[in-house]
């Protein structure tokens, strides 16, 4: 038998919150939304080396879209929010490698272009020196040999989206085929881009006093009686060379083309000094690898697809006798499983970039460099902030 509702019974109030529960609430909703921005939307970072000079500076703070290629799905899932992969103040991993998912990445607005200027995970990150992270562990290993730097070190391995990030330009995509000339970038064929804030390093002999440079370019320094070395942009170049004081203005080349640099620490991509006499200033032919494009392994080419083939493509590679075994099965071809890219910095002589680390495979890729929202110089925030970079995007700032 049902019994009519008492309209006029006292309504049960619902019990409030406490403060501290509300902020909590609001706490965890902050770093959900904020996390999921930063996966798939956009991501702030901030320039820390002058690799990029002059597009980007020292202290530019930008923010990167993820939705210009589409957005990575994590690889390491189980991470504190908001932290790369140092915990702040107490330092240690900031994730567990307990779980691992295939990378995969969302449809986005377009694909890698040329000359675009790309943020990616670090590929030679993989394995770091704890003690001293900015160095790159395998340079290190061909400076002074793996055994010492075993023995002196404690290294660690880091997952692919767990790699630090570094910014550059996307030089050559799949397919490309790159080649530097006296610090020249061609590709197939024909000169790159070249940027009127792009810089090199120059040669200016004077008449025995110091070159007359902007305030804009970095002091010359010294390297022989009336002889500088100077980094310039391409825009100061011509200024420079009508100095009244200037006798010559040229590129500084620190290694004759066709020789590989003495020092191993200064060895380029593919580090095999035997059958590539290349340096930083004139270096290939060689071309980018594309998905599902095979090439014939040999002798003087496996130095270019190792790393590829057993680090990037996830295959066991053993090497018997001038015979390669991919996944115990002897084989005299390759195929790409993914794309891969050249990236470089705007400061050439300055700048670690694909030269030292060789190819930049597609699953690295975080997101495109998409516009300054703050900037300042050695200053500081508040006195030397430079108002005319903020809010600028990137492609109005390199011009």
């Avoid at 006798?247 to 991509?269: I, K, R």
Wanted: hydrophobic share 35%; aromatic share 12%.
């Amino acid at each position: 038998m049902a019994f009519p509702l008492d309209k006029n019974a006292p309504k049960k109030e619902k019990k409030k919150k406490p403060v501290w529960r509300e902020w909590l609430d609001a706490g965890l909703f902050a770093i959900v939304a904020a996390t999921l921005i930063r996966t798939f939307f956009f991501e702030a970072y901030t320039i820390p080396t002058g690799s990029m000079e002059g597009t980007m500076l020292i202290n530019d703070y930008l923010f990167v879209s993820k939705l210009a290629y589409g957005p990575r799905v994590p690889m390491t899932p189980l991470a504190i929010p908001l932290v790369h992969n140092t915990m702040p103040f107490f330092g240690g991993k900031s994730y567990t490698e307990a779980v691992q998912w295939k990378y995969h990445r969302m449809p986005g607005f377009g694909h890698v272009e040329r000359n675009d200027v790309v943020v990616f995970n670090f590929p030679a990150g993989d394995t770091v020196i704890t003690e001293n992270p900015e160095m790159d562990y395998y340079q290190a290993c061909r400076g002074i040999g793996r055994e010492n730097v075993m023995s002196r070190s404690k290294i660690i391995t880091r997952p692919v989206d767990k790699e630090e990030n570094y910014i550059k330009r996307c030089i050559g995509v799949p397919g490309d085929v790159l080649q530097i000339k006296d610090a020249r970038v061609y590709i197939n064929g024909q000169p790159n881009v070249s940027y009127p804030h792009s810089r090199l390093n120059y040669i200016i002999k004077t008449n025995g006093r110091p070159p007359a440079i902007d305030e804009a370019a970095e002091q010359p320094q010294m390297i022989n009686p009336n002889t500088y070395v100077c980094n310039l942009a391409n825009d100061q170049v011509a200024d420079a060379k009508k100095a009244p004081n200037v006798l010559a203005v040229d590129l500084y080349l620190n290694t004759p083309a066709g020789l590989s640099p003495a020092d191993p620490e200064q060895w380029v991509f593919p580090f095999d000094t035997v059958n590539y006499k290349w340096n930083r200033d004139n270096y290939g032919p060689l071309t980018i690898p594309k998905e599902g494009t095979t090439v014939t392994l040999t002798p003087q080419n496996i130095a270019v697809y190792r790393r590829i083939i057993r680090n990037y493509e996830g295959n066991t590679l053993e090497e018997q006798n001038g015979k390669y075994i991919i996944n115990g099965k002897e084989a005299t071809t390759y195929t790409f499983k993914m794309d891969y890219y050249w990236m470089m910095g705007d400061n050439r002589h300055n700048s670690a970039d694909s030269r030292y680390w060789g190819f930049v495979p597609a699953d690295h890729v975080v997101g495109k460099a998409w516009f300054v929202w703050l900037s300042y110089g050695e200053g500081g925030l508040l006195k030397d902030m430079r108002w005319k970079r903020l809010f600028r995007g990137i492609h109005s700032l390199e011009k």
